[in-house]
């Protein structure tokens, strides 16, 4: 019986149907993803609030879908429904009917709530008021404001170095929000700024910043739709960014081809049924990949020099592109002619045949955009494999031309403008020095803690004090028995949220949870009507404000709770004007124009319809802002991830009906799953061949032993009781949801430079379960992780005992 898991079932009532499989789809959208939208609309809002709130929903005068960061069209070129299934469900998520009041929290002990599902916490409804749970207590109780912000000014008063405290932000957050919660932890003295995108698309932030000088993509939207060739490469659009399929169509029609790079054969990639128009409702829809690669999880390196060692072959190259706008061409062009096929083949599980049917489509188009998200950037060599895209782009100047560009399709619709206003726990020096200049106050230069180094200083004592702006922080990380035991050890956890989720039910000595406007509702800070600004991950800047009634009179907006810890914390005569930025956000947005580069007349320019885009050098003017001052081309070694016999490399990815750790419901529609999440997609050979058949219930064991120490011992983690799913893919892979499979990601492994867990490569093995409630756990709803200690739910193999 494997350790650490001698606990039940975790209790779930909401759903007791068995968990369903049947064939995937071959096609994404159409009536029925209308149809599934305004089914759950309906189910929480009632009918008249889904109307009002849908239709202002990604409209010029409306609020800013809370979903994905894909970009809007035009001012003037809008659906009157501008919004997709999913982004219809995360509006439901938020502007639902049902209430989480203090009642709620009377009925139930904290001891309760954390044997509950993600799931089940989620669908309570709204958080009303401000709740606090006191050292010791068994249940959360109401505080005031007042006297919530006096706990935790008190808590950071009294640590030795600012540094102790943490200040987390997820990716929803406004642009002003972002901006001034930056401002109050450089304050207080620390850059402890992590953040999702350490999680997320970090790899890419780090990779571009060598290769073209500025860490966010090169291309609007426009490029997309005009493009000869997209390549969409680890991404599941149809159920991430369903949007995207709009200008993936556009695309098709006017000619140009789609190549797909991914292990599963997602049906969004397929074909599309676009619910906007009458061939999408009921006629055939259109068929999206002209070329599917099944790459092997983790090929991508390999995949991308040898399709760059081809394009040198065929000299199908922009020389004077390369000779006017590149630095290192001739190393990366000897390396390349170095090539090993043979570690190429074994890395992407391809044949050379299927690669060089995807480099001449490269090769014939003169307008490329390449198109890539977590299936590239999660694992331990994503930030070469990030550089390797690139290098491919720079071959034939696909970088700053209309058609063409890099496409890092980024998550939470704001996550990129977080980090444009200084959500980052190393800031470069011309940052700091602004903000410095313009407040007065003394910034911090040392580096903080990204996400990572966040748990580990929880866990090790150096960190005490954890403060989340959205999120969920627990339940989004990797480790899961580390970091909950982690937080158990802080003296405070604080989470500023829209609903109940895993991070308030596990906590440290005193939390405290503080309800926030959601984005579709109005913002009545100060007296006057308040709006906030996004970023969307093609640089376009615009802003936002909801038509709802909030779901409580007791809830605050984000920067009104910042400005409130701040003036509790700093006081009053603090050198940042903290009353008047929550009195009136324009005045934040002033700073934001002196501070961040490229934001000059900041608030002026938010007015125009549809917003502005911020400025981008080498989409612009084909300028690099590198130490070469030209494009770099990076020569990476081909690595080939070694998985040992009778072990899988697992996936851990979303399933249709989440949004990230905010579990909507338990289908997974596209790929055939109903009513479970617990289940394992393998190759149906190697299920035969590892002794399994479809159906079985198994352990999830990953094995893991440091990459860079031979003699480490192996640690094993588990994940109890998944359905296995025989699901075409390439053998030797397996996948299946986060975050339930948080487990199973070691802490230490991530990857190099980034440091973002590698939750796309981690090598498992599969064990027949012997929970005698296994068959309850598969069917269950949503998100299951221990609560043990950390410890117990690993065992150690010593090194000779793996195969
Ligand atoms: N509805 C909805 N929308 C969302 C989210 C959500 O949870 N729900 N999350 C948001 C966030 S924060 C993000 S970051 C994005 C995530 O958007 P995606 O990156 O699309 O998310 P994942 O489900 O993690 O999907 C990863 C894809 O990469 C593939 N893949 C896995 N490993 C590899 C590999 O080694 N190589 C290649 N080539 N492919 C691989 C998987 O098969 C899968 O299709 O979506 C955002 N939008
Ligand atoms: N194994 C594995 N782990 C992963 C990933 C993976 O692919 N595999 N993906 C990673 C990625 S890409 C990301 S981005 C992270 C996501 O990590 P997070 O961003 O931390 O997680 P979310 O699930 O998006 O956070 C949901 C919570 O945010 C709060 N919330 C929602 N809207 C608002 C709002 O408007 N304001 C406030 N204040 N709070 C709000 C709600 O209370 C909700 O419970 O997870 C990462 N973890
Ligand atoms: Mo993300």
């Given at each position: 019986m494997p350790l650490g898991w001698n606990r039940s079932a975790p209790r779930d009532d909401l759903d007791e149907r068995e968990l369903h499989v049947?064939?995937?789809?071959?096609h994404a959208a159409g009536p029925t993803a209308v149809a599934v939208a305004m089914k759950r609309a309906v189910e929480q809002m009632g009918p008249i609030r889904t109307?009002?709130?849908?239709?202002?929903l990604n409209q010029v005068d409306g609020f800013d879908c809370q979903g994905c960061a894909w970009p809007d069209p035009d001012a003037g070129h809008r659906h009157t429904a501008e919004f997709c299934e999913n982004g219809a469900k995360a509006v439901t998520?938020?502007?639902?009917?049902?209430?989480?009041?203090r009642r709620f929290f009377a009925d139930h002990p904290v001891a309760e709530l954390v044997e509950r599902t993600d799931f089940w916490l989620g669908q309570q409804g709204r958080l009303t008021e401000p709740m606090v749970l006191r050292p010791g207590g068994t249940h959360y109780e109401p505080i005031t404001w007042e006297d919530a912000f006096e706990v935790i000014a008190s808590h950071l008063r009294e640590l030795a170095s600012p540094d102790e405290a943490i200040f987390y932000t997820s990716g929803k957050t406004s642009n002003e929000a972002a901006f001034a919660y930056q401002l109050l932890a450089r304050s207080l003295g620390t850059n402890n700024l992590p953040d999702c995108s350490n999680m997320c698309h970090e790899s890419t932030s780090v990779g571009l910043a060598?290769?073209?000088g500025?860490?966010?993509g090169s291309v609007s939207?426009?490029?997309?739709?005009?493009?000869?060739?997209?390549?969409?490469?680890?991404?599941?659009?149809?159920?991430?960014?369903?949007?995207?399929?709009?200008?993936?169509e556009k695309a098709k029609r006017g000619g140009g081809k789609i190549l797909a790079i991914n292990p599963l054969r997602e049906a969004g990639l397929v074909r599309f049924k676009n619910p906007q128009n009458p061939r999408g409702v009921v006629g055939r829809g259109t068929d999206l990949a002209d070329l599917h690669l099944p790459v092997r999880v983790n090929g991508d390196l390999a995949l991308f020099q040898a399709i760059g060692a081809l394009l040198l072959e065929w000299d199908a190259l922009d020389h004077d592109f390369i000779e006017q706008h590149t630095h290192g061409f001739e190393e990366y062009a000897a390396h390349l002619r170095e090539l090993d096929w043979d570690a190429v083949l074994a890395a992407t599980g391809l044949s050379r045949a299927q690669i060089e049917e995807a480099a001449q489509m490269f090769r014939d188009s003169s307008a490329t955009v390449l198109c890539w998200a977590?299936?590239?950037?999660q694992h331990r060599n994503s930030v070469a494999t990030v550089k390797e895209i690139a290098n491919v782009a720079f071959l034939q100047g696909n970088i700053g031309k209309p058609g063409a560009g890099l496409c890092p399709v980024r998550g939470h619709s704001n996550v990129q403008g977080d980090r444009t206003m200084g959500i980052w726990e190393r800031s470069p020096e011309h940052f700091l020095r602004a903000v410095e200049d313009e407040f007065e106050i003394p910034v911090p230069r040392r580096h903080g803690y990204d996400s990572v180094a966040s748990v580990r200083a929880l866990h090790d004592g150096d960190a005490s004090v954890f403060i989340g702006m959205g999120g969920n922080f627990v339940a989004a990380i990797s480790d899961t028995a580390v970091t909950e035991e982690a937080f158990r050890r802080a003296a405070l956890t604080v989470h500023v949220s829209t609903k109940l989720n895993r991070s308030h039910v596990v906590h440290g000595r005193t939390a405290l949870i503080l309800p926030a406007l959601g984005r579709s509702e109005r913002d009545l800070t100060g007296g006057t009507r308040q709006r906030v600004t996004v970023e969307d991950s093609m640089s376009a800047v615009h802003a936002s404000h909801g038509p709802l009634e909030p779901a409580s009179e007791h809830l605050r907006s984000e920067v009104d709770i910042i400005c409130g810890i701040a003036l509790a914390t700093l006081g009053a005569d603090h050198a940042v004007p903290w009353e008047r930025f929550r009195a009136d956000y324009t005045e934040i947005r002033h700073r934001i124009s002196r501070v961040v580069p490229g934001a000059a007349a900041y608030a002026e320019k938010v007015d125009q319809p549809g917003g502005f885009v911020l400025p981008h050098p080498p989409r612009d003017s084909r300028t690099f802002p590198t130490r070469q001052e030209r494009a770099v081309f990076a020569v990476s070694p081909l690595d080939v991830l070694h998985v040992p016999e009778g072990r899988l490399l697992l996936q851990t990815m979303r399933s249709h009906d989440q949004f990230n750790t905010t579990i909507y419901g338990l289908d997974d529609r596209y790929r055939g799953v109903r009513n479970g999440r617990r289940v394992v997609f393998v190759h149906p050979e190697d299920v035969t061949a590892l002794g399994?058949?479809?159906g079985d219930l198994v352990d999830l064991v990953s094995e893991w032993r440091d990459p860079d120490d031979d003699s480490s011992a192996v640690v094993e983690r588990v994940a109890p009781a998944f359905r296995v799913v025989a699901y075409e893919q390439p053998r030797g892979c397996a996948a299946a949801y986060y975050p339930e499979t948080n487990p199973l990601v070691p802490l230490a492994s991530t990857a190099l430079g980034s440091n973002t867990p590698t939750s796309k490569s981690v090598v498992v093995r599969l064990e027949r379960t012997t929970h005698d409630d296994a068959r309850r756990w598969s069917s269950d709803a949503g998100h299951v992780v221990p609560s043990g200690r950390g410890d117990e739910a690993k065992r150690v193999v010593e090194p000779d005992q793996l195969s």
């Amino acid at each position: 019986m494997p350790l650490g898991w001698n606990r039940s079932a975790p209790r779930d009532d909401l759903d007791e149907r068995e968990l369903h499989v049947g064939d995937p789809e071959d096609h994404a959208a159409g009536p029925t993803a209308v149809a599934v939208a305004m089914k759950r609309a309906v189910e929480q809002m009632g009918p008249i609030r889904t109307a009002r709130t849908l239709l202002r929903l990604n409209q010029v005068d409306g609020f800013d879908c809370q979903g994905c960061a894909w970009p809007d069209p035009d001012a003037g070129h809008r659906h009157t429904a501008e919004f997709c299934e999913n982004g219809a469900k995360a509006v439901t998520e938020e502007a639902t009917l049902r209430r989480v009041d203090r009642r709620f929290f009377a009925d139930h002990p904290v001891a309760e709530l954390v044997e509950r599902t993600d799931f089940w916490l989620g669908q309570q409804g709204r958080l009303t008021e401000p709740m606090v749970l006191r050292p010791g207590g068994t249940h959360y109780e109401p505080i005031t404001w007042e006297d919530a912000f006096e706990v935790i000014a008190s808590h950071l008063r009294e640590l030795a170095s600012p540094d102790e405290a943490i200040f987390y932000t997820s990716g929803k957050t406004s642009n002003e929000a972002a901006f001034a919660y930056q401002l109050l932890a450089r304050s207080l003295g620390t850059n402890n700024l992590p953040d999702c995108s350490n999680m997320c698309h970090e790899s890419t932030s780090v990779g571009l910043a060598e290769s073209i000088g500025i860490g966010k993509g090169s291309v609007s939207l426009h490029d997309v739709e005009t493009a000869e060739l997209v390549v969409v490469a680890g991404q599941n659009p149809g159920t991430n960014h369903p949007r995207m399929l709009s200008a993936l169509e556009k695309a098709k029609r006017g000619g140009g081809k789609i190549l797909a790079i991914n292990p599963l054969r997602e049906a969004g990639l397929v074909r599309f049924k676009n619910p906007q128009n009458p061939r999408g409702v009921v006629g055939r829809g259109t068929d999206l990949a002209d070329l599917h690669l099944p790459v092997r999880v983790n090929g991508d390196l390999a995949l991308f020099q040898a399709i760059g060692a081809l394009l040198l072959e065929w000299d199908a190259l922009d020389h004077d592109f390369i000779e006017q706008h590149t630095h290192g061409f001739e190393e990366y062009a000897a390396h390349l002619r170095e090539l090993d096929w043979d570690a190429v083949l074994a890395a992407t599980g391809l044949s050379r045949a299927q690669i060089e049917e995807a480099a001449q489509m490269f090769r014939d188009s003169s307008a490329t955009v390449l198109c890539w998200a977590m299936g590239i950037t999660q694992h331990r060599n994503s930030v070469a494999t990030v550089k390797e895209i690139a290098n491919v782009a720079f071959l034939q100047g696909n970088i700053g031309k209309p058609g063409a560009g890099l496409c890092p399709v980024r998550g939470h619709s704001n996550v990129q403008g977080d980090r444009t206003m200084g959500i980052w726990e190393r800031s470069p020096e011309h940052f700091l020095r602004a903000v410095e200049d313009e407040f007065e106050i003394p910034v911090p230069r040392r580096h903080g803690y990204d996400s990572v180094a966040s748990v580990r200083a929880l866990h090790d004592g150096d960190a005490s004090v954890f403060i989340g702006m959205g999120g969920n922080f627990v339940a989004a990380i990797s480790d899961t028995a580390v970091t909950e035991e982690a937080f158990r050890r802080a003296a405070l956890t604080v989470h500023v949220s829209t609903k109940l989720n895993r991070s308030h039910v596990v906590h440290g000595r005193t939390a405290l949870i503080l309800p926030a406007l959601g984005r579709s509702e109005r913002d009545l800070t100060g007296g006057t009507r308040q709006r906030v600004t996004v970023e969307d991950s093609m640089s376009a800047v615009h802003a936002s404000h909801g038509p709802l009634e909030p779901a409580s009179e007791h809830l605050r907006s984000e920067v009104d709770i910042i400005c409130g810890i701040a003036l509790a914390t700093l006081g009053a005569d603090h050198a940042v004007p903290w009353e008047r930025f929550r009195a009136d956000y324009t005045e934040i947005r002033h700073r934001i124009s002196r501070v961040v580069p490229g934001a000059a007349a900041y608030a002026e320019k938010v007015d125009q319809p549809g917003g502005f885009v911020l400025p981008h050098p080498p989409r612009d003017s084909r300028t690099f802002p590198t130490r070469q001052e030209r494009a770099v081309f990076a020569v990476s070694p081909l690595d080939v991830l070694h998985v040992p016999e009778g072990r899988l490399l697992l996936q851990t990815m979303r399933s249709h009906d989440q949004f990230n750790t905010t579990i909507y419901g338990l289908d997974d529609r596209y790929r055939g799953v109903r009513n479970g999440r617990r289940v394992v997609f393998v190759h149906p050979e190697d299920v035969t061949a590892l002794g399994f058949a479809d159906g079985d219930l198994v352990d999830l064991v990953s094995e893991w032993r440091d990459p860079d120490d031979d003699s480490s011992a192996v640690v094993e983690r588990v994940a109890p009781a998944f359905r296995v799913v025989a699901y075409e893919q390439p053998r030797g892979c397996a996948a299946a949801y986060y975050p339930e499979t948080n487990p199973l990601v070691p802490l230490a492994s991530t990857a190099l430079g980034s440091n973002t867990p590698t939750s796309k490569s981690v090598v498992v093995r599969l064990e027949r379960t012997t929970h005698d409630d296994a068959r309850r756990w598969s069917s269950d709803a949503g998100h299951v992780v221990p609560s043990g200690r950390g410890d117990e739910a690993k065992r150690v193999v010593e090194p000779d005992q793996l195969s």
